[in-house]
Structure formats: structure tokens, C-alpha cells
T-cell receptor, first 111, second 122 residues
Framework: LAKTTQPISMDSYEGQEVNITCSHNNIATNDYITWYQQFPSQGPRFIIQGYKTKVTNEVASLFIPADRKSSTLSLPRVSLSDTAVYYCLVGDINSYDKVIFGPGTSLSVIP | GAVVSQHPSWVICKSGTSVKIECRSLDFQATTMFWYRQFPKQSLMLMATSNEGSKATYEQGVEKDKFLINHASLTLSTLTVTSAHPEDSSFYIC??????????????????FGPGTRLTVL
């Protein structure tokens, strides 16, 4: 299981773009990168997943450089409702292996 | 798609009683489900991996006789906290693994989480 490192917390003003970077120096060839969002007293919600380059969906973008040793979750024009904890997870696509949650990044959006 | 439900959403019980929590994958089948526990302001801690038709695999430090897991069908796993005590009070979250179609099509196995169950033991 590749270990991940993220900032513990971040603050941002409403309307700004937020970029949260995750380091995963030991990522393996078959590993995908997945991001989850968790609000207090709720289960984590799947945001986005990628293997390389850039992935975009209706809520976020995920940028992965060629060496795949890091990834950046980009949230465009955040609102107060984006205040949550964001987890970066790395795992093997061909495995039913468990994933281990790190402490995540607590994002606070300020009016 | 990929909806996972949990029941109940919250439960309060007396010390010494047993509590059962259900986890269901509503629109996909899940051979594998996971159970997590989360204390306030902490990350999720994996308790066990539940596989349909076989015994669960528990993480180190988790008492299997206290936290009974049954994965009786491809859409249902249950966690029973036996003889609950106040220190078992926590937020319990399950997830179900939806199998992807592999790297060639760009999808992989992904865990989808339930909304969680708040257990309070008095």
C-alpha cells in the first residue's frame, strides 16, 4: 500500500480555486489515485479517480504528473458547502486490497 | 449509481446490550465490504474486511468476538457489536467494493461508503 502525505488543513475564501496536493512517492505501477470528501457525521463520498495526466468531472479535476509521485485535486470556485475533509488514497486496480485512510486535509472555506 | 445504505443511522443503547448495524449496496453487488470506525476529529480506521460467503478478516487489535460480521449475500453485510460498552461509542461506517472493468477501460475497483451509524452506549 502506497503511503500518502497531504497537508493537514487549508483555508480558502469562497469563489477561489483550491488545489490540494497529495504525495505518494512509492506509488506502484498498478495503483490508481482516488479522492474522497467527508462531511462531519457522514460517510466519505467518492469525488474523482485517475491513473495519469488529467481527469475532470463535474465537481473536480485531478492532475497527475508523469512520474505519478504526487497528485493534485483541484476544486474550482469553492463555496461554503465545500468545507470538509478530503482524503487521497492510492491502491491497486487489480486487487481487492483494503485501503488505509490517512488523516486527510481539512478544508475550511471562509465567506 | 453506486449507493450504499446503512441502518440504523443512529442508535443509543445501554451498556451490555448488543447492537446490529446493516450495510446494503442498493444498485450493485459487492463481494467485498469493509467496516470502519471513526472517532471524533480522527480519520477512518479499518476494522475488518467482509467477504460474501466466508469469514471476515479483522485488523490487528479488533476483537472478532466482540464485533461479529456476517456477509450473507452480495448486497448485505451486518456488524454486531456484542455486549457494548461506552468505549464502543463511535461512528461506524461501511463501504462496498464495486468491481471495475480494469485498467484498459479506465475503471477500477472503487469503494462506495454508507452514510454511517452513530452508536452511543450509555
Amino acid at each position: 500500500l502506497a503511503k500518502t502525505t497531504q497537508p493537514i488543513s487549508m483555508d480558502s475564501y469562497e469563489g477561489q480555486e483550491v488545489n490540494i496536493t497529495c504525495s505518494h512517492n512509492n506509488i506502484a505501477t498498478n495503483d490508481y489515485i482516488t479522492w474522497y470528501q467527508q462531511f462531519p457525521s457522514q460517510g466519505p463520498r467518492f469525488i474523482i479517480q485517475g491513473y495519469k495526466t488529467k481527469v475532470t468531472n463535474e465537481v473536480a479535476s485531478l492532475f497527475i504528473p508523469a512520474d505519478r509521485k504526487s497528485s493534485t485535486l483541484s476544486l474550482p470556485r469553492v463555496s461554503l458547502s465545500d468545507t470538509a475533509v478530503y482524503y487521497c488514497l492510492v491502491g491497486d486496480i487489480n486487487s481487492y486490497d483494503k485501503v488505509i485512510f490517512g488523516p486527510g486535509t481539512s478544508l475550511s472555506v471562509i465567506p | 449509481g453506486a449507493v450504499v445504505s446503512q441502518h440504523p443511522s443512529w442508535v443509543i443503547c445501554k451498556s451490555g446490550t448488543s447492537v446490529k448495524i446493516e450495510c446494503r449496496s442498493l444498485d450493485f453487488q459487492a463481494t467485498t465490504m469493509f467496516w470502519y470506525r471513526q472517532f471524533p476529529k480522527q480519520s477512518l480506521m479499518l476494522m475488518a474486511t467482509s467477504n460474501e460467503g466466508s469469514k471476515a478478516t479483522y485488523e490487528q487489535g479488533v476483537e472478532k468476538d466482540k464485533f461479529l460480521i456476517n456477509h450473507a449475500s452480495l448486497t448485505l453485510s451486518t456488524l454486531t457489536v456484542t455486549s457494548a460498552h461506552p468505549e464502543d461509542s463511535s461512528f461506524y461506517i461501511c463501504s462496498a467494493l464495486r468491481v471495475g472493468r480494469g485498467w484498459r477501460t479506465g475503471t477500477r475497483d472503487t469503494q462506495y461508503f454508507g452514510p454511517g451509524t452513530r452508536l452511543t452506549v450509555l
